[in-house]
């Protein structure tokens, strides 16, 4: 859906999300911004040790993040 010309887009603009301003203001299908209370604010977790832990770490808690909200959606729907 994201191609396809007839299809309203909506931007979220969660810190972790990498955005090509420039090209953005470019798509005449951007219809709405979604901008998060929680920006700026450091991430739940912490993580320690070496790379590869760290890594691990914060891949572990990008999954359980997305699936709480999932459930959260889910639930109410």
Known sequence: ???????AL???????????????VTDK???GFINKA???LP?????????TDVKL???LWKRYAVTRELF???KVV
């Open 43 to 51: 991430p739940p977790y912490f993580c320690f040790g070496g790379e």
């Open 72 to 74: 959260q959606t889910r």
């Open 1 to 7: 859906p994201w191609k396809s010309a007839d299809r």
């Open 10 to 24: 909506v931007i979220d603009a969660y810190e972790y999300n990498s955005i090509d301003w420039g090209q953005l």
């Open 57 to 59: 770490c914060k891949a």
């Open 38 to 40: 929680s920006d700026g």
């Open 29 to 31: 299908r951007i219809v």
